[in-house]
């Protein structure tokens, strides 16, 4: 097959719903995915075998795409923190947002020790990453969804890290109240009003976990942190936290009541996202 022809039949359909750049993006992804040759190869100019099954799959997989499937929940992949994590439908895709969470947390945790704990981990991408680079950290994490945690289990096993894993119903307080106690804290928990359900790009509220997006109470699971550091956050000890921009100072009060210092930081573009929250000595 020429470029040509892959172009023809494989990326101009993409244009109906993606810009140029993406659909070529988007077009790649799946021809290495698919095909095992890679973009390189590609803009090489050179021809190309594509067999009759690999073609019919990317014709599937470009459906899917103009659909709104992710084409993370295509590949099985996405990138986070330069480290390539399994995903699936089970789990939320990782976010560049979500990045620059756990990147403060190396910043401040990396010429120390202690013991981490991640609520709501889904794939594991923050818990692994955390683990990787920090190496004097004993990890734990929790979800509430066992098949998240396989997902989850099985990108610790791809990473070769030594996270440890349990299913928890963090707003079970019998059940979080087992849990030990910990030098820091990290969330990305769901926090969009179910009420906004309909404001979220379809392609996010049709195919990724609801039950990691929404949440009755948008603050239920800040409130719930908030009272479980209470018990289980040494003195001194940080949470770090991901939060919805339109209620970030709202949730920042709920925990200035109780802990010694709280700052909400902007991410790259410029919106207030996450929050530092240090305990009491």
Not at 81 to 92: E, I, M, N, Q, S
Not at 171 to 192: A, F, H, T, W
């Amino acid at each position: 097959m020429q470029v040509k022809q892959f172009n023809t039949l494989f990326i101009e359909p993409l244009l109906f719903r993606f810009s140029s750049s993406m659909a070529n993006h988007l077009g790649l992804r799946l021809l290495e995915h698919f095909t095992g040759i890679s973009p390189n190869q590609y803009r090489a100019g050179k021809a190309f075998t594509i067999s009759p099954n690999q073609e019919s799959e990317i014709r599937l997989a470009i459906q899917a795409l103009i659909a709104g499937k992710p084409i993370q929940y295509i590949t099985g992949t996405e990138y986070f923190y330069h480290l390539a994590f399994h995903v699936t439908p089970d789990v939320l895709i990782p976010r560049p947002e979500t990045e620059e969470l756990t990147e403060m947390i190396i910043r401040y945790a990396k010429n120390s020790s202690g013991t981490l704990l991640d609520i709501g981990t889904g794939s594991g991408c923050i818990a692994i990453t955390l683990q990787k680079y920090l190496k004097h950290f004993r990890v734990e994490a929790i979800d509430v969804s066992r098949k998240a945690l396989a997902v989850a289990a099985l990108n610790n096993s791809n990473h070769h890290t030594q996270v440890f894993f349990k299913q928890v119903d963090f707003l079970n307080e019998q059940e979080s109240d087992r849990l030990g106690k910990y030098n820091i804290i990290v969330s990305n928990p769901p926090y969009i009003p179910i009420t906004q359900c309909d404001k979220v790009d379809r392609t996010v509220r049709d195919y990724e976990p609801r039950i990691a997006l929404f949440a009755s109470d948008h603050q239920i699971f800040y409130k719930a942190i908030a009272q479980f550091a209470k018990k289980h956050l040494m003195p001194g000890g940080k949470i770090f936290l991901e939060a919805h921009q339109d209620y970030i100072e709202e949730t920042a009060e709920l925990f200035r009541k109780n802990y010694a210092e709280v700052i909400v930081i902007t991410d790259i573009s410029g919106n207030k996202r996450m929050l530092e929250i240090t305990q009491f000595h």
